[in-house]
């Protein structure tokens, strides 16, 4: 290529219809929107695939005729590019007539045929040298005879293009990042030398040592080689579970009550986008994503303390900075700093990215003085780590001391926000927990000028109406504590705000607290492991030496009924929104931690395991969801029999037969109200256990007994009362005594309304089975008019694939099939069985409902083939999950004999209703309706009249 000025006018030979043409691969997308943006702004016609090749359009045709119509062709060379392979029909369509421009974008090496001409490069250098070369290389500017690009060798100021992908959730870039380019260079050629689909590097160094800052740079400065890039706080499964469910929300997936199903979804979708990088920072159990590795056309980069996560991919470490380099960064961020005053600071902070960060930072705080910080840095360390216990260099916890003594004279609320925040999650706080540390109401704004030292002396950062502080400033802080007797007094001072916070919220069932609890819930698990960490075993033996009690006190010393509430709050929460196995792990915790005789306590543990036997049952494991309520509701008769012995006079309690204990409830006089309620909830918990058992008589008297006593006791509008009256209903449906059904239905709707509101998801329960029961009654168009509001307003209120969402649409979808409209049931269907296995999945009973349902379906559009198939997958998976004689499965198995039937296999199809009939006649009675109607269709088959 000719040098000296080169302007497009100079090209003539062609009927050019546009000036530039500019070639690329995918992967630098970014750069080449850069390259067409700058050439339209400096006047001239540019075509780019990714403006003007509209939908639709034959690519290679596409290409040619540009090739044919520009009058030059930018390649914009990279790795990525020349693997690509369409650049050399395009070169040698632009060769001959010298109308080729080679840029280079990225490191790569330009292959043999371009050997005679001469290219610039773009990348690693700031925006006005960037522009000017391209504008030289295009000739439209003529060469310049100055130097443009600074000192050789200099580190770059900026590095292009500058656009970042659409999908994209990256930190901040750190504005004082230096260094590190041996390592940068070598995690890029990793990534670029692999042909795997999944391509995957670890980044391992010990805490402080920029793992994060250094894979947030990664992401900035190579942005433009992915599509997708998405930042995943990795440290514990719900953070990744979060991070992914805020991925489904930018691919636009629907709303979830259920976390971990609509993340996992956005992880699936991955597979079909193109050119990603998924970061997992901090990553504390390699095997915790196991569940959650993507596969597709991307690259992961993990970030790790523990060598271990070699097993994730090849590990590059990252040891200390440079003397020099954390110099600079001292110099850079305190600008007083002497280059022989910051090389000291620097070595005593041993090097660590995070130390000299966060001296740093105070050091540009009032420009305090190198020698006076070097020797508070100095008494800092002695006096917070006397006896190091953990692996971090004494200039860490220097540092974050330094702050915090600060703090404690110059603004004592801000430093027992700062320890006290220590122990809550390294996630967001709602400020108006901390209001009461400033003697402030709720919500008040006292707490605003404090958070300003916070923020100076970077020990925390508040984002509007929430404060966080970084988990490694909360590590140092602990530790810090630890040698402080005021250690455990800040730790008590956490609980009791959590746990006021917490209870106060409300009920947990209620969907308008769930983002309120959101915020908390979080805390209350990391609250809960500081104090079991703090305490010793309630059984611990006394000192050897002195036979004396230990000092350190036993959990049960610090836990407190308050706190003990707010984590059963906090479990039912995670229950009621769908976040199952986040309930569970809190509830299992809890658990073994108010294991014991005390009677103070058992109470709360009996609360917890009916929320635990409350979580199985919903994830579709009934028959032990059932064992553990009956063992539960015996605990709860065996403890009001021992305070009635107590109270009765002398008089002997224990000849009363147990069922009347529920039903004498009211008069018993020993059980606290609370205590009373949980009773009927157990009680009814163990009635829906037998319904779910198939023991549908027993369950409707056990319920009875429990609504009688609820009713007498609370009153008709009481929402237990209320609770108890629903649940009796489904009982009577189930028997088929419809009308009774309805009539209770109709009367606990009305209440409802009246009590909880129209929207409340108890008020939804009821106008369910009301349209349940009036479908049954053969009013069919009122039943979908119905079951139409409860889907919509469930849909709005408990998002769209709740599992009460998903119940109630399935009602709806059944209307459809009754009223004939056989096609708009399929696709209903279709939809809830896909998001049933998203939240259950498929090894769960009402997945295998919906399923049998969706055969129904087509059955009757004639597909009876695909209908086998459907009800054969559904028997088998209702027998093993619910057993042979449990109504559900004898539904089933009802279809899929007529589907033989349909299919010309009468004998078979005989067979499985004569099976059928049997069981259905022990489990339901010769009456009812389902038996009946296999009766009727064993009687067609065998052609009687």
């Known amino acids: 290529m000719p040098s000296g000025d080169r302007s497009t006018e100079d090209r003539s030979g062609t009927d050019a219809t546009v000036d530039f043409f500019i070639s690329y691969t995918a992967v630098d997308q970014t750069w080449a929107e850069w390259v067409g943006a700058e050439l339209e702004h400096a006047g001239h016609r540019v075509q780019l695939r990714a403006w003007d090749l509209l939908v639709g359009m034959d690519i290679v045709g596409w290409v040619s005729a540009q090739l044919a119509a520009a009058r030059c062709t930018i390649a914009l060379l990279s790795e990525a590019y020349l693997a690509a392979g369409p650049w050399s029909r395009e070169w040698t369509s632009s060769l001959d007539v010298d109308r080729l421009i080679p840029l280079r974008v990225a490191p790569c090496d330009p292959p043999p045929t371009l050997a005679g001409l001469s290219s610039e490069d773009l990348f690693d250098v700031d925006a006005p040298t960037a522009r000017r070369r391209l ?36 930190p901040a870039r750190y504005r004082w990042f230096v260094g590190r380019d041996r390592e940068m260079t070598d995690l890029r050629r990793r990534f670029r030398d692999e042909r795997l689909d999944v391509v995957t590097q670890v980044v391992q160094g010990m805490g402080g040592s920029g793992k994060t800052r250094f894979a947030a740079e990664y992401a900035h400065r190579f942005a433009a080689d992915y599509q997708l890039v998405w930042w995943i706080s990795a440290e514990t499964p719900d953070e990744i579970a979060e991070s992914f469910d805020e991925l489904a929300t930018e691919f636009g997936l629907p709303e979830d009550v259920d976390l971990v ?10 597979r079909s986008q193109p050119d990603w990088l998924l970061v997992f920072d901090n990553v504390t159990d390699p095997t915790a994503l196991a569940r959650w590795w993507p596969s597709g056309n991307g690259h992961v980069l993990v970030t790790a303390r523990s060598r271990s996560a070699d097993a994730l991919g090849e590990l590059l470490s990252l040891g200390d900075l440079s003397e020099a380099e954390a110099a600079l960064v001292l110099r850079r961020r305190a600008g007083h700093l002497t280059e022989a005053a910051a090389a000291p600071i620097a070595r005593a902070l041993g090097y660590l990215p995070l130390a000299v960060d966060q001296a740093a930072a105070y050091l540009a705080v009032g420009r305090t003085d190198p020698d006076v910080y070097l020797r508070l840095l100095d008494r800092g360390i002695s006096h917070a780590m006397p006896q190091a216990t953990f692996n971090y260099p004494p200039g860490v916890c220097g540092s974050v001391t330094l702050a915090v003594d600060a703090l404690r004279t110059s603004d004592p609320v801000a430093h027992t926000v700062a320890i006290t925040l220590s122990y809550f999650a390294p996630a967001p706080v709602p400020l108006d927990v901390l209001a009461p540390l400033a003697e402030a109401d ?42 402080d007797e005021k250690k455990l007094g800040t730790l008590l001072r956490a609980r009791d705000l959590l746990a006021t916070a917490v209870t106060r919220v409300g009920d947990p069932e209620d969907p308008t607290t769930w983002p309120r609890l959101s915020a908390l819930t979080e805390h209350v698990s990391a609250l809960i492991a500081y104090l079991r960490r703090a305490t010793g075993p309630d059984d611990r033996p006394s000192d050897t030496a002195t036979h004396q009690p230990s000092n350190v006190p036993a959990y049960r010393d610090v836990e407190t009924p308050e706190l003990r509430a707010a984590a059963l709050v906090a479990g039912w929460y995670l229950e009621h929104s769908g976040q199952l196995d986040a309930a569970r792990r809190l509830t299992e915790t809890v658990m073994g931690l108010w294991s014991g005789p005390e009677p103070g306590i058992r109470p709360d543990m009996l609360r917890a395991a009916r929320l635990w036997a409350s979580i199985v049952r919903r994830s579709g494991r009934p028959a032990e969801a059932h064992g553990r309520n009956q063992e539960v509701l015996a605990e709860w008769h065996e403890l009001a029999r021992q305070r009635h012995l107590v109270v009765a006079d002398g008089r002997d309690a224990t000849s009363v037969p147990k069922d009347s204990w529920v039903r004498g409830l009211a008069d018993l006089g020993v059980l606290t109200e609370g205590e009373q309620r949980e009773m009927l909830l157990s009680a009814d918990a163990v009635a829906s256990g037998l319904r779910d058992t198939g023991q549908r008589a027993t369950a409707r008297d056990r319920r009875r007994d429990a609504y009688d006593a609820a009713y007498a006791a609370f009153g008709p509008d009481d929402p237990l009362t209320l609770r108890l009256a629903n649940n009796l209903a489904f009982d009577l449906y189930g028997l088929d005594d419809v009308q009774a059904a309805h009539d209770l239905d109709d009367q606990t709707l009305r209440r409802r309304r009246a009590v909880l509101g129209d929207d409340h998801p108890d008020t939804l329960a009821s106008q369910f089975g009301l349209a349940r029961d009036l479908r049954s009654l053969g009013k069919v168009t009122a039943a979908r008019e119905q079951h139409a509001d409860v889907y919509a307003r469930a849909c709005r209120v408990l998002g769209d694939s709740h599992p009460e969402t998903l119940r109630f649409g399935k009602a709806l979808a059944v209307d459809r099939y009754r009223l004939g409209d056989y096609a708009e049931a399929r696709e209903l269907h279709t939809v809830l069985l896909e998001r049933a296995r998203n939240t259950h999945g498929d090894e769960h009973p009402f997945t295998v409902r919906v399923a049998n349902d969706l055969g129904l379906d087509q059955f009757r559009l004639g597909d009876l083939d695909e209908a086998l198939r459907t009800h054969e997958r559904g028997h088998a998976q209702a027998v093993a999950l619910l057993g042979a004689d449990h109504p559900d499965t004898l539904h089933v198995a009802h279809n899929l004999a007529r589907d033989l039937e349909s299919l010309g296999r009468t004998d078979e199809a005989a067979a499985l209703l004569r099976d059928t009939l049997t069981r259905r006649t022990a489990v339901l009675g010769a009456d009812h309706t389902e038996t009946r109607r296999t009766a009727r269709k064993l009687t067609e088959l065998a052609g009687e009249p």
């Not at 199903?261 to 991955?270: C, E, G, Q």
């Open 442 to 483: 709720p919500g008040s704004d006292a707490l605003v000028p404090h958070l300003h030292a916070l923020d100076r002396y970077a020990l925390a950062e508040t984002d509007g109406p929430v404060i966080q502080m970084h988990r490694f400033t909360q590590q140092v802080i602990r530790d810090q504590l630890a040698q």
């Open 135 to 170: 504008l030289k290389a295009a000739g439209i500017v003529p060469v310049q005879r100055v130097a443009l690009a600074g000192f050789p060798g200099a580190a770059p100021v900026a590095h292009f293009p500058a656009r970042l992908p659409k999908v994209w959730n990256v």
């Open 261 to 270: 199903s609509r993340a996992r979804r956005a992880l699936r979708s991955l």
